[in-house]
């Protein structure tokens, strides 16, 4: 195979990889949640509203300190996706004016594919600029919401403020996701082989970071008593 047409084998074969493994993850996340970490943090974060919605008197600076922790989170991930987006635009013009290819550049070398590869990480770094705002936007008015006195004898309110929290969540998620696709990304400007080698081995760390074990599930089961259910919610006086 000639080196000019690596590219258009490896990197597809590269990102199916990486989009395959993520496709096996969502299935898995809506047939069994309890055997991915995403979601089993989701049920967490829903019994923790119903909790501290019980007593929002009580429980409401510790839940605004949770939240705001969150926002900081989202907060740090946008700005340095953002940052990069810049770095990157005037990267890319600086070398495109200068037309020079490196020696350790193994793959397609004309100016075309060298655009392509800054623009595919400049949309990575931008797409994850918007989930991160999107996961702060949902933080924002969970923090409002949980704070309710008049919310914590209504269980459909309470519901509602766990789905806009696991909203906020699943956004950042995503934006991380795509710092983890930047990394192939960047793997790109070197040549296809180190791409496609990357995607491979991101797959197969995250499959050990996304999946829980037995004994996780265990440690989740029994870290409360019962979980809290619409009905239980009363009145606290």
Request: glycine residues 4%; positive net charge; aromatic residues 14%.
């Amino acid at each position: 195979m000639e080196e000019k047409q690596l590219d258009y084998v490896l990197v597809p074969l590269g990102l199916a990889v990486f989009g395959i493994y993520h496709v096996w993850l969502l299935f898995s996340i809506l047939r069994n949640p309890t055997t991915t970490v995403v979601g089993l943090n989701a049920q967490s974060r829903r019994q923790w509203v119903f909790s501290m919605m019980t007593d929002p008197l009580k429980n409401g600076v510790l839940t605004v300190q949770t939240i705001r922790n969150n926002i900081m989170a989202s907060t740090l991930l946008a700005t340095a996706a953002i940052t990069l987006s810049s770095l990157i635009s005037v990267f890319a013009s600086n070398s495109s004016s200068s037309n020079k290819s490196s020696e350790l550049v193994y793959g397609n070398k004309t100016p075309i594919m060298s655009s392509i590869k800054y623009f595919t990480i400049l949309l990575c770094f931008l797409v994850a600029f918007l989930f991160n705002v999107q996961s702060i936007r949902y933080y924002a008015h969970v923090s409002f919401l949980a704070t309710l006195p008049t919310s914590k004898d209504k269980p459909e309110t309470i519901e509602y403020v766990a789905r806009n929290l696991n909203r906020g969540s699943f956004f950042w998620s995503l934006g991380l996701r795509a710092f983890y696709l930047s990394f192939p990304l960047f793997f790109w400007i070197f040549g296809p082989i180190p791409m496609f080698v990357c995607c491979c081995i991101m797959s197969f760390v995250l499959y050990f970071l996304d999946t829980t074990t037995s004994f996780t599930r265990y440690l989740h089961n029994h870290s409360m008593k019962e979980e809290i259910k619409p009905d239980d919610v009363v009145l606290v006086r």
